[in-house]
């Protein structure tokens, strides 16, 4: 098995496109193999543009993101695209509507689709969104968009995997308040006001800057811009670029950059160090049907009980 890990990780690192798509299934199925494959690529990563995607179904996210895709390689960068539906592990959803949507570059070898979803990863999207990003970072991509289906907790924590978060909304759907109701406002790095073309877009766009001015920043030194775009017809789309670009640059110079993603890397250490105390401890529990009956009869109070767990499975720190 080490050789057949070995030899994907081998593939990975050289751009082999069936070797990334293999390794993105590892992580969509939770694999004993993850491990072995994290170590072999971990310092390969780090290079990659990040871009995250989200907002509500029906606002033109995917053909935004192709029109995304399209800017990327007109500036000769290589690009990967994750479709990813945190909600729907079966049947792909909307995701096979949005891989057809981008067929236009499914011939050319400098980009990568794929649809995504976690059939058995224990930690959810949360895990294995960053997971997926390093396979594609570490294959040597220069730009790695990550496109949700919808609006919600799920999506917030994917997109905030990212060094740059678009939320798109459109014009007249009352998507402005859904995005606030939804608590995205608060990763938005980069706001898309999307089918600019239609009645309300103004609107909505000053919506959005009330909103912004209205909320606490999460970046004292970043403004989010309000970018108006057509993806039906591109228009706009240069703009957004130039907006993306502006947001890398502000990240390079303040040294947000580094810092935000050695935050999000220790936040993922946490949640695998917690979901592996969680699960022997569950495992422990599970086991000892006399404990579970004294909790049960008000025997043994739920701290007690959490301290004796951790010390059997050595997460107690004393």
Known sequence: MATDVDELVERVLAGDRRGMARAISLVEDGAPELEALSAGIFAHTGTATTIGVTGSPGVGKSTLTERLVAAARERERSVAVLAIDPTSPFTGGALLGDRLRMQTHATDPGVFIRSMATRGHLGGMALAAPESIRILDSAGTDVVMVE????????????????????????????????????????????????????????????????????AP?????????????????????????????????????????????????????????????????????????????????????????????????????
């Open 148 to 215: 949700t289906v919808g609006v919600g907790q799920a999506e917030v924590e994917v997109a905030g995997a990212t060094d740059t978060t678009l939320v798109v909304v459109a014009p007249g759907w009352g998507d402005a308040v859904q995005v606030a109701k939804a608590g995205i406002l608060e990763i938005a790095d980069v706001f898309v006001v999307n089918k600019a073309d239609r009645e309300g877009a103004g609107e909505a766009a000053r919506d959005l800057e009330l909103m912004i001015k209205m909320g």
């Open 218 to 318: 999460r970046d004292a030194d970043w403004t989010p811009p309000v970018v108006r775009t057509s993806a039906a017809t591109g228009e706009g789309v240069d703009d957004l670029w130039s907006a993306i670009e502006d947001h890398r640059t502000h990240l390079e110079s303040t040294g947000a950059l580094e810092s935000n993603r050695r935050d999000r890397l220790l936040a993922e250490v946490e949640t695998l160090a917690s979901q592996r105390v969680r699960e022997r401890v569950r495992a422990a529990m599970t086991a000892d049907a006399e404990l579970v009956e004294r909790i049960a009869g008000r025997r043994v109070d739920p701290y007690a009980a959490a301290s004796l767990l951790l010390e059997r499975v050595g997460g107690d720190d004393g």
